[in-house]
């Protein structure tokens, strides 16, 4: 059964970073595109940013771009988002998630599975 635990989020002031991490487990890490999405109160669910198998392409939402970076340790079985530049809208519940098998990082919208999420809090 897949388990995916999300960990790193906060409460920081506009113009700070957090990385956030998610730790999968009950799969074949290496196999999946995997990213993570966010859900803001009273909104929907918004893709944030996607990686490949092995890192070969990586997809982000155009608010984010340039300010987050998403990476993998295929060896740790870990997914990382690093946030910089956080601004109040970015204030969200950010889970991890995996794509669907076989499926790359084309959309930001759909997903097989996702972890539990964890609160990231910006403040101006």
């Not at 890192?55 to 155009?62: K, Q």
Request: aromatic share 8%.
């Amino acid at each position: 059964q897949v388990q995916m635990v999300e960990s790193g989020g906060g409460s920081v002031q506009t113009g700070g970073s957090l990385r956030l991490s998610c730790s999968i487990s009950g799969l074949s890490f290496d196999a999946y595109a995997m990213g993570w999405f966010r859900q803001a109160p009273g909104k929907e669910g918004e893709g944030v940013s996607c990686s490949t198998p092995g890192a070969l392409r990586t997809n982000y939402a155009d608010p984010v771009k340039g300010r987050f970076t998403i990476s993998r340790d295929g060896v740790k079985n870990i997914l990382y988002l690093q946030m910089n530049t956080l601004k109040p809208e970015d204030t969200a519940i950010y889970y991890c998630a995996i794509k669907p098998l076989g499926q790359a990082c084309g959309n930001l919208h759909e997903w097989r599975a996702w972890g539990r999420g964890t609160q990231v809090t910006v403040s101006s």
